[in-house]
C-alpha cells in the first residue's frame, strides 16, 4: 500500500462539525495507535493537529478531535470556522518498507 | 523556539547534482529525527526516509532508495538531501521534518526544486 485511503474532499457550514476518515489497513492503522493528522494551508508547510490517534498538541485548538476504529482513524473539526479551510493529511506508521505513510489529503471546503 | 530552517529555492538541469539543507536551531539535535518529505505541484505527501542524528542511522523509503543520500551534521545541527543525477520527475516541494517515534512535531518551510532542461 502507498497511501492510506482519505475522501478527497469534505465540506460543511459555518458551526457545523465535519469528520474526515483514513483507511488504512492491519500493517498500520489497524495494528498501531500511531496516526497522526496535518493541516496544510497553500504554499505553506504541514502543522501536526493531532498524534497517537487523538493527542492534541498545545495551541491546537480543542475543536479538533481524533479517533480510531479498527483500520479506520478519523478527524473530526466541530465548530466549522473559515480559517479551517485546507488540506488534511493523515499519516501511520507501518511494517511495510516505507515505515510511515501519508494519507491522500483531503481539501476541507467551509461553504 | 524550534525551527527548522531549509536552503532556497533551486533550478537545476537533468542529470545535476544537487543537495539541500535543514538547519535545526532551539532543541537538541541528537534526540530527534529528521525526516525528508516530498510533494510534487497539486499533490499530497510522500515520506521519503528519515536519518537519526546521534548515530546517522538512517531509513530510506524504498521508493527513493538509491536515488537520494540523507546525511546529516550534528556538529553544525544539519540534515542534508542530495542528489547525484537529478530527473524532471523529482521537480517538487522537499519538506525536512523533525520527529520522535512516529510524529512529526515540526516542519521547515520547504525548499523549491525545479529540474528543467
Known amino acids: 500500500q502507498s497511501a492510506l485511503t482519505q475522501p478527497a474532499s469534505v465540506s460543511g457550514s459555518p458551526g457545523q462539525s465535519i469528520t474526515i476518515s483514513c483507511t488504512g489497513t492491519?500493517?498500520?492503522?489497524?495494528?498501531?495507535?500511531?496516526v497522526s493528522w496535518y493541516q496544510q494551508y497553500p504554499g505553506k508547510a504541514p502543522k501536526l493537529m493531532i498524534y497517537?490517534?487523538?493527542n492534541r498538541p498545545s495551541g491546537v485548538s480543542s475543536r479538533f478531535s481524533g479517533s480510531k476504529s479498527g483500520n479506520t482513524a478519523s478527524l473530526t473539526i466541530s465548530g466549522l470556522q473559515a480559517e479551517d479551510e485546507a488540506d488534511y493529511y493523515c499519516?501511520?506508521?507501518?511494517?511495510?518498507?516505507?515505515?510511515?505513510?501519508f494519507g491522500t489529503g483531503t481539501k476541507v471546503t467551509v461553504l | 523556539e524550534v525551527q527548522l530552517v531549509q536552503s532556497g529555492a533551486e533550478v537545476k538541469k537533468p542529470g545535476e547534482s544537487l543537495k539541500i539543507s535543514c538547519k535545526a536551531s532551539?532543541?537538541?539535535?541528537?534526540?530527534?529525527?529528521i525526516a525528508w518529505v516530498r510533494q510534487i505541484p497539486g499533490k499530497g505527501l510522500e515520506w521519503m526516509g528519515k536519518?537519526?542524528?546521534?548515530?546517522?542511522?538512517?531509513y530510506y523509503n524504498p521508493s527513493f532508495q538509491g536515488h537520494v543520500t540523507i546525511s546529516a551534521d550534528k556538529s553544525i545541527d544539519t540534515a542534508s538531501l542530495q542528489w547525484s543525477r537529478l530527473e524532471a520527475s523529482d521537480t517538487a516541494m522537499y519538506y525536512c521534518?523533525?520527529?520522535?517515534?512516529?510524529?512529526?512535531?515540526?516542519w521547515g518551510q520547504g525548499t523549491l526544486v525545479t529540474v528543467s532542461s
Open positions: 492491519s500493517s498500520d492503522v489497524d495494528d498501531y495507535d500511531y
Open positions: 499519516s501511520s506508521y507501518t511494517t511495510s518498507t516505507t515505515l510511515y505513510l
Open positions: 521534518a523533525r520527529g520522535l517515534s512516529a510524529v512529526v512535531f515540526n
Open positions: 532551539g532543541y537538541d539535535f541528537t534526540s530527534y529525527w
Open positions: 497517537d490517534v487523538s
Open positions: 536519518i537519526d542524528p546521534g548515530d546517522s542511522y538512517t
